[in-house]
């Protein structure tokens, strides 16, 4: 139980498109996903926290109309970067929490790479 | 400020060589402490959450303890496949469920 996945696991762009990055709980419900970007031997830096049926919380620093997120259902959440630019390129991984009970646990997708030329 | 720091930054083990990976938090009240593991291009796999200090947690060849300023995850006997970056969380009782994670360590076990 407590699958995460991603969508797509690599994606390469020009600079200058948009890249949209699905992130979809499998067998359990998320009111509440979050989005990390991770540099090479970095730690995980959190992004936003994204709500289902609200606007994200941005963590300071992060533009929010670079970094679009949609939580549009109880299991699926997307980011979409906007006109990417290769500073943008970096691991994108997203975390879901299970709700009710006593569980804190995030539990996290397998990543997205993306790579802008 | 809330801070969470880990050590060793990097670890080589021989296999079978036993250790303690260190997590110290300073945080404003915890709600929990979460460690993980990550493999090179891959997201982060839960291992252990504790709450309280005294708790301990054990899977396998890893145990996590905690005390009201730091955790340990002890390898015991490790193998070449435990080799991989353990990550720490915490998270916080104000405010929403969000994690600050630790920087890793890296930990790589020879054979």
């Known amino acids: 139980g407590a699958v995460v996945s991603q969508h797509p696991s690599r994606v390469i762009c020009k600079s200058g498109t948009s890249v949209k990055i699905e992130c979809r709980s499998l067998?359990?419900?998320?009111?509440?996903m979050f989005w990390y970007r991770q540099f090479p031997k970095q730690s995980l830096m959190l992004m936003a926290t994204s709500n289902e049926g609200s606007k994200a919380t941005y963590e300071q620093g992060v533009e929010k109309d670079k970094f679009l997120i949609n939580h549009a259902s109880l299991t699926l959440s997307t980011l979409t970067v906007t006109s990417a630019h290769p500073e943008d390129s970096s691991f994108y991984i997203c975390?879901?929490?299970?709700?009710?009970?006593?569980?804190?646990?995030?539990?996290f997708g397998p990543g997205t790479r993306l790579t802008v030329l | 400020e809330d801070q969470v720091t880990q050590s060793p930054e990097a670890l080589r083990l021989q296999e079978g060589e036993s250790s303690s990976l260190n997590c110290s938090y300073t945080v404003s009240g915890l709600r929990g402490l979460f460690w993980y593991r990550q493999d090179p291009g891959k997201g982060p796999e839960f291992l252990f959450t504790?709450?309280?200090a005294g708790e301990e947690k054990e899977k396998e060849r890893l145990k996590a303890t905690l005390t009201k300023k730091e955790s340990f995850l002890h390898i015991t006997a490790p193998k070449p496949e435990d080799s991989a970056t353990y990550l720490c969380?915490?998270?916080?009782?104000?405010?929403?469920?969000?994690?600050?994670f630790g920087t890793g360590t890296r930990l790589k076990v020879l054979a």
């Open positions: 504790l709450y309280s």
């Open positions: 975390s879901a929490r299970v709700e009710g009970g006593p569980i804190n646990e995030q539990f």
């Open positions: 067998d359990f419900q998320a009111t509440t």
């Open positions: 969380a915490v998270q916080l009782t104000s405010g929403t469920y969000k994690y600050i």
